[in-house]
């Protein structure tokens, strides 16, 4: 049980206790590789997942096919063996197959019409959400979208402090980024995701953490596609995860949040 030793040691972060409730990682002897991800997905997901296969990168023939080519074309996911990125890449994709499915779609689409290289600015945006995106669900009052306008403001102190008791009930964060999770393994003052925000109906505040996830996915995926979200100038916006609460312990204290160097006021626009 070696390889859990870095994960239990922060399972108190919210984000990695989510993950060990709905996945039971702890009942792995060894690495989740390849194989354990597919059983995780069909314990998950039952026997029609549209989750594609994980594959050892290993055993893939060498291959001019880009990443996202590979999946794509051959409906499986390479994952190299025995490190946190790629399974919680995996983990991510079990949880929101539709998303993750989409935002490959919307690589090859660009890959199809201009080319591996130069990357379009499309696909340099979806990377970002893809490795640091964090989504944060509000029940739809207009109390709550205020406060994620505040938050798209850098207002830490409104939306973290004086509105915590929100926080797990109309406020909540579901980390979608594989390199968030990764770098949550060894926490650090100036870690940084970038977050889009998803309205939610009052039930969403009742359901279990399964149907949370399956109503997210799917709202997600709609939101994106619809809007094509990922052609924005800037769909993203900067979150320094320590400050979500119930994410680190820290955070319980209103002085946490007096760090400037971290909760960074809104940069002025050129025009004021």
């Keep these: 049980m070696f390889w859990l030793k870095e994960f239990e040691k922060q399972l108190p972060m919210l984000p990695l206790q989510q993950l060990e409730d709905h996945f039971c990682l702890s009942q792995f ?22 989750v594609p296969e994980f594959v050892c990168q290993s055993r893939l023939a060498q291959t001019d096919k880009y990443y996202e080519q590979i999946i794509y074309e051959q ?19 079990i949880q929101f197959p539709k998303t993750k499915g989409l935002l490959n779609k919307q690589h090859i689409d660009d890959i199809n019409g201009f080319g591996l290289s130069p990357r379009t600015q499309r696909r340099n945006k979806l990377t970002h959400f893809d490795e640091c995106g964090v989504i944060i669900t509000y029940t739809n009052t207009a109390e709550n979208s205020s406060l994620v306008d505040a938050l798209r403001e850098h207002q830490w102190q409104q939306v973290f402090v004086e509105n915590r008791h929100k926080w797990g009930k109309e406020l909540n964060s579901f980390m979608f980024g594989h390199a968030n999770l990764e770098m949550l393994l060894c926490p650090f003052i100036g870690l940084t995701g970038k977050w889009l925000a998803v309205e939610v109906d009052a039930q969403f505040e009742e359901a ?16 994106i596609e619809s809007q094509d979200w990922f052609s924005k100038q800037k769909p993203l916006s900067p979150l320094p995860l320590l400050g979500i609460p119930n994410v680190w312990n820290a955070n319980n204290s209103p002085s946490f949040y007096q760090n400037k160097d971290y909760f960074r006021p809104k940069p002025l626009r050129k025009s004021d």
Excluded: E
Aim: hydrophobic fraction near 35%; avoid cysteine.
């Design 29 to 50: 002897s060894d690495w989740p590789n390849a194989k354990g991800l597919n059983s995780l997905n069909q314990n998950i997901r039952g026997v029609h997942s549209t």
């Design 75 to 93: 409906n499986i996911i390479p994952t190299r063996p025995n490190g946190w990125h790629d399974l919680f890449n995996g983990l991510v994709w």
């Design 208 to 223: 279990s953490y399964t149907q949370q996830l399956a109503l997210l996915d799917s709202k997600l995926a709609t939101m």
